[in-house]
């Protein structure tokens, strides 16, 4: 059980364009989803956290008018790079948690990832 | 602040058994995950500590003293697709995950 699906698993797109990722709970009802980004060989860095049905709340440093998250359900949280530039190629990697009772609560569970890639 | 601190780096033979050390601070604490990411995939889960001891898994086992802000995950009979990175997060007091560098762990036959 607890899986989370990522779609596309990779994109590539032209600079100016933007991309939208998204993220499904297959078998389980996500209150939270997470976003985060990791560029190669480093630490993966939380952008945003999201509750279903409420606005996202974004980590210092990250533009919430360039990365557009919307939770609009339970089981899908998408993730929008509006007007994409080369800097923002990464690895967007999604989590999210089911916030019942006990260690699943807490415990993130991760999408396999999108890999973005701008030219 | 809240800080992790692991080793970048570790080099173990296969077969052998081999120790990551982790050592946090955190406003709050609720409980400590280690999660394996092998390259250019997404982390998956290893274990959960949330009392002092040792938690044993099959080949893995972590280990946790919460008044040290201390944690290990010993790995036993390496095999070579444990080579990874292995990430320390603890829970902070709003339950979020706190993520560190993680500790790249290289087998050689």
């Known amino acids: 059980g607890a899986v989370v699906s990522q779609h596309p698993s990779w994109v590539i797109c032209k600079s100016g364009t933007s991309v939208k990722i998204e993220c499904r709970s297959l078998?389980?009802?996500?209150?939270?989803m997470f976003w985060y980004r990791q560029f190669p060989k480093q630490s993966l860095m939380l952008m945003a956290t999201?509750?279903?049905?409420?606005?996202?709340?974004?980590e210092q440093g990250v533009e919430k008018d360039k990365f557009l998250i919307n939770h609009a359900s339970l089981t899908l949280s998408t993730l929008t790079v509006t007007s994409a530039h080369p800097e923002d190629s990464s690895f967007y990697i999604c989590?999210?948690?089911?916030?019942?009772?006990?260690?699943?609560?807490?415990?993130?569970?991760f999408g396999p990832g999108t890999r973005l890639t701008v030219t | 602040g809240q800080n992790i601190d692991q080793p970048t780096e570790m080099t173990a033979t296969e077969g052998a058994i081999v120790q990551i050390n982790c050592t946090y601070q955190t406003s709050g604490f609720n409980g400590l995950f280690w999660y394996q990411q092998h390259a250019g995939e997404a982390p998956t889960f290893l274990s959960y500590?949330?009392l002092d001891g040792l938690e044993e898994k099959g080949r893995f086992s972590s280990f946790l003293s919460r008044s040290k802000g201390y944690s290990y995950l010993l790995l036993k009979e390496l095999q070579m697709k444990d080579s990874a990175s292995y990430l320390c997060?603890?829970?902070?007091?709003?339950?979020?995950?706190?993520w560190g560098a993680g500790t790249k762990l290289i087998i050689k036959p």
């Open positions: 078998d389980f009802q996500a209150t939270t």
């Open positions: 500590n949330v």
């Open positions: 989590s999210a948690r089911s916030g019942t009772s006990g260690r699943l609560s807490y415990e993130q569970y």
């Open positions: 999201s509750n279903e049905g409420s606005k996202a709340t974004y």
């Open positions: 997060a603890p829970l902070d007091s709003n339950y979020q995950l706190i």
